[in-house]
């Protein structure tokens, strides 16, 4: 009880000694300014030399804003106008004269102050103005780099604000009107400024042809927030009815000019460019799906051939052809030959499936010409002299040889007309001996020009080169196959046709580039070899580049002139001061009246701030104590929840791992009802996460931690994304899915991660809730102008009126709990949250026998880029990749355990483990791996101080570390990925994602 007393008093003690303190230097204040009237006289003459300075600097500003403006064109033009050069040594004359002006006024100025911190301002501008001076002669006789330039320029206006700003440095009360007067001065010059910088950045855009991309627009809207912001200061000013007529007009004509003119032209380049990237991404994903295509056609004919040459029919071919009996080599060869021709009955993917014995000599041969399917037995040829075959008979059991891509020869000559053709290789085994080999022909690029190539926004159409930069497509036929020396095409190529840009096409990196005012080439590579990542074509795309509506002297005169209304209420203002300046001995007397007058409004108020300090402590007191226990309870809540989730998630890792590696091991395949077990254990665990998941996130709920980021969001792919998510549910509950609606083309305001999560909830539950062989059917309306509706419904058992009010209570399942469906009662109580902290509405329709209808309504979007169907996004798929070696540090024995069983799906990987951090860096110390898997809760250290030290270390910075933890939480994600992981990886493991994961990061490193 004593020491709540003493907390209870000792505030309000201290309280009242800073409130007297204060009223001390009130009175003693006052009675400086009453002595200090005979100063009047200096001061005014003072405050009118600091009033001259500053309108120099002004002046010099928006010169040197200009200058800035002329050089940035001038390095971004590849012809130089002389025009800008003259226009750019007058301005930059005239601004050095007005420096000098300053400098000199502000040396008479130091001798009336002898203020250190002027003298050292003044020092730097004089410096940084002979820097300009010198750079300034550069760019004019040997060019300059256009950053050093803009910043160069633009630290020499900001050190001639930073001088205006010591300038007017208030000494007293008696400059406060000043200062006022001052601050919208300061305001219109900086606005200015900005502006000055968005017309030079994009001048040079727009003297290039460039579009705007992202960096630059996010520079250019930090300069317009600040315009936008000073603009209300100056809008405001107008506004008030002490506001002189003076100023009143000269912030009209800037309200004319800068903010509407000016601004309108600003946003049409805005959108022209905008208009050409939604161009130029709606590209880039066609050429994704067309190289998609190209290469699942390969994967599909890659899989389809090691069916067929794996088969019985070719063993027992084999096995006949090493026991010698001709009956018996006959009938096996005519059982192949009906083998190959039903397969190409059905499926006619390649041009031919052929048989050659060890000596090279074709056994079997099915061709399908136009469309129809031949046996061939007088044409049979000897083709041991065919790379193909040599290559492909001394190859080991199962391994393929995949052909360059090229045109079909028969007997030397390139067959008429054209076939394109890739062969696929196999060698024939029996008892450890090759016995033949296995080929078949076909082109993989028919089913992509089956289709129509040339897009309507692909106006100048495509091609596709080899690595060699070889036509093997494009628009004029004659230049194609300049790589079959027989044609004698070689000139064809890339590097000879697009010069300037072949090296970058051909890098094996999708990119794009453009010509000034010309051509833009756009690149996406195919790795058509899933078993060889350094062979490739480049499926490419030629289109116009952004043709702005002006040119860059266009722009920089109508920008500038926008520009100088605003320096216009600067020079307005500066008259303003000039006249407060002569008035301030005629407002003394007044002065010392209000300061008298404030003297008694402060004991007054002194004396009232003690009766409400004694009415309110208590209270305060009690107030801050609910507020730390709160606090406190919060901060408790947070601990317990990640460790929780810690230590739930590091068990189930193994249990989730290894079962997904019992259910998918190809080598040593569970037994069936092995593997209904293990999937039960899948099943259950998965529905453990789930239920983590769902606590975590109402947790986060009910903290109030939940932060969403509104942006625009196609509602066709979010769809199409969250019905692939919960497809397996569906078909494991014969469950229809369906998308219904010609018109989805909309696009909504939502955060898109949680806007995916709201649909897979609905749906989930529409599937989990039916009834057997029963259907959802997802789908899209426009509510009304303004609102975008998705419905889900489903043809359940319903909802019955009484228990709709509980429907959205956590934990709260409507009498489900009961049943044998999984659940926990709380997913449609993060939904509705999630809903309506995005802005949206949720309600529901049900009826008891017929189903339930689910309704989301958000604000519509009309700007937000569309994705034609067949680009909606696939599931991901595994490939195989060579490594030499990679690190695990991990103190847990399940989880190292789990890890080296997934990589050894990885043909080629060195993995080695260690039990705790030391170890782990004496090991990588050692080996210097290619790759580095690392736990966060190591016993000896922790994850992040292991990361440090690796990336301290010149010999190991540049390895890539993916951390790996059970720490699962929002905040420990972010964390690692800022403090340098390339990914974060969670517990349990989703054994898919975590190879794909680490083939993303090598080839990243590669």
């Not at 052809?321 to 018996?328: Q, S, T, V």
């Amino acid at each position: 009880m004593k020491a709540l007393k003493k907390e209870t008093i000792n505030p309000e003690i201290r309280l009242i000694a800073v409130l007297t303190l204060l009223l001390a230097l009130s009175v003693a204040m006052i009675g400086l300014k009453i002595s200090d009237e005979n100063k009047l006289s200096a001061d005014a003459e003072r405050l009118g030399l600091a009033n001259s300075i500053a309108q120099h600097l002004n002046v010099a500003a928006m010169l040197q804003a200009q200058v800035r403006g002329l050089g940035a064109t001038l390095l971004g033009s590849q012809v130089r106008s002389q025009k800008i050069i003259d226009e750019f040594i007058l301005l930059s004359q005239q601004s050095d004269q007005e420096i000098v002006r300053a400098l000199q006024q502000g040396k008479a100025l130091l001798l009336k102050n002898n203020d250190p911190v002027l003298l050292m301002s003044l020092d730097q501008l004089e410096a940084l103005n002979k820097d300009l001076k010198l750079f300034r002669k550069q760019l004019l006789e040997q060019g300059a780099e256009f950053t050093e330039w803009m910043a160069l320029v633009t630290n020499n206006i900001s050190q001639a604000h930073q001088l205006r700003t010591v300038v007017f440095s208030p000494t007293n009360q008696r400059e406060a009107f000043l200062l006022y007067n001052n601050v919208i001065r300061a305001n219109a010059a900086m606005l200015a400024e900005y502006a000055g910088r968005e017309r030079a950045l994009l001048g040079s855009h727009i003297a290039r042809g460039e579009l705007i991309d992202d960096e630059t627009l996010n520079r250019l809207e930090s300069y317009r927030a600040v315009v936008d912001m000073l603009s209300k200061e100056v809008l405001l000013i107008k506004g008030l009815s002490s506001t002189p007529s003076a100023l009143v007009q000269v912030i009209s004509r800037y309200e004319q000019i800068f903010l509407g003119e000016y601004q309108e032209l600003r946003e049409e380049i805005y959108q022209e460019s905008s208009l050409h990237r939604k161009i130029e991404k709606k590209l880039a994903l066609k050429l994704a799906y067309k190289a998609d295509v190209i290469e699942g056609g390969v994967r599909t004919a890659l899989n389809e051939f090691f069916a067929l040459s794996s088969g019985y029919a070719i063993s027992q071919l084999g096995k006949a052809w090493a026991e010698g009996r001709a009956d018996e080599v006959a009938e096996a060869q005519q059982v192949v030959e009906d083998y190959f021709f039903d397969l190409a009955k059905e499926n006619k993917f390649y041009a031919q499936i052929r048989v050659l014995d060890a000596m090279g000599q074709e056994r079997v041969r099915v061709e399908v010409n136009e469309g129809e399917v031949q046996r061939v037995t007088d044409r049979l040829q000897d083709k041991s002299k065919k790379v193909y075959f040599q290559n492909t008979i001394t190859q080991q059991p199962n391994a393929l040889y995949i052909s360059p891509f090229g045109l079909n020869m028969e007997r030397g000559e390139i067959e008429e007309p054209f076939k394109p053709t890739m062969r696929i290789a196999m060698p024939i085994y029996y008892e450890g001996v090759a016995r033949g080999v296995v080929v078949v022909n076909f082109n993989p690029l028919g089913r992509v020009f089956s289709e129509d190539y040339v897009e309507k926004e692909n106006l100048h159409g495509g091609f596709i080169v080899n690595k060699q930069g070889f036509f093997l497509h494009h628009s004029d036929a004659k230049k194609e196959w300049g790589m079959m020396p027989q044609l004698e095409r070689n000139q064809f190529n890339i590097k000879n046709e697009i010069s300037a840009f072949s090296e970058k096409i051909l890098s094996g990196k999708e990119g794009v580039v453009m010509e000034p005012w010309g051509l833009m080439y756009m690149w996406h590579p195919i790795y058509f070899n899933p078993f060889n990542r350094k062979n490739y074509w480049v499926l490419v795309s030629v289109t116009d580049t952004v043709n702005y509506s002006v040119d860059s002297s266009e722009w920089y005169m109508r920008a500038t002139e926008g520009i100088q209304s605003a320096m216009a209420i600067s020079s307005v203002v500066g008259d303003l001061s000039a006249r407060a300046a002569r008035d301030i001995k005629m407002n003394a007397t007044q002065s010392i009246a209000m300061q008298y007058f404030m003297l008694v409004l402060a004991i007054v108020s002194f004396g009232f701030i003690i009766v409400m300090i004694r009415l309110s402590q208590q209270a305060a007191i009690e107030l801050q104590q609910s507020k730390d226990e709160a606090e406190k309870a919060n901060k408790e809540k947070s601990r317990f929840l990640s460790s929780m989730s810690h230590e739930l998630r590091t068990p189930m890792n193994a249990v989730l791992g290894f079962s997904q590696l019992l259910i998918s091991d190809m080598d040593d395949p569970l037994l069936k009802e092995h593997k209904e077990s293990v999937n039960y254990i899948l099943n259950a665990g998965n529905h453990l996460m789930q239920l983590i998941n769902q606590v975590l996130e109402l947790s986060k709920i009910e903290a109030g931690k939940v932060d969403v980021f509104l942006e625009e969001v196609e509602v066709r792919l979010a769809i199409h994304e969250a019905i692939i998510t919960v497809q397996s549910m569906a078909d494991s509950r014969d469950i229809k899915l369906e998308l219904v609606g010609e018109n989805l083309g909309y696009g909504i305001i939502a955060d898109a991660t949680r806007f995916k999560q709201v649909l897979i909830n609905l749906i989930s539950n529409a599937v989990k809730y039916n009834v057997p062989n029963g259907s959802v059917v997802v789908s899209c309306e426009l509510l009304n102008a303004d609102r975008v509706r998705v419905s889900v419904s489903d043809t359940g058992m319903g909802i019955a009126k009484d228990k709709m009010d509980d429907l959205f209570l956590p934990f709260d399942r409507l009498g489900a709990e009961s049943s044998d469906i999984e659940g926990s009662g709380i997913g449609l109580t993060i939904t509705k949250f999630l809903v309506e902290i995005m802005g949206g509405v949720i309600s529901v329709e049900s009826q008891l026998e017929m189903g339930s209808v689910f309704h989301v309504d958000f604000p519509r979007s009309d700007s937000v880029a569309t994705v034609d169907d067949e680009c909606v996004p696939s599931l991901p798929y595994l490939m195989d990749r060579h490594l030499e070696s990679v690190v695990y540090i991990e103190d847990n024995a399940a989880n190292i355990a789990l890890v080296k069983q997934i990589l050894k799906q990885h043909a080629g990987i060195a993995l080695c483990s260690a039990t705790n951090a030391r170890q782990g860096l004496k090991l990588i110390k050692k080996d210097k791996p290619d790759l580095i898997l690392l736990d966060i809760m190591l016993p000896d250290m922790n994850g992040y101080r292991v990361l440090e030290i690796l990336q301290n270390d010149p010999e190991t910075a540049n390895i890539p570390v993916i951390a790996i933890s059970a720490n699962a939480m929002t905040h420990d994600i972010a964390e690692g990925l800022k403090a340098g992981f390339v990914e974060y990886i969670t517990k349990p493991i989703n054994v898919a994602h975590f190879i794909e994961t680490i083939d993303r990061v090598m080839d990243k490193s590669q």
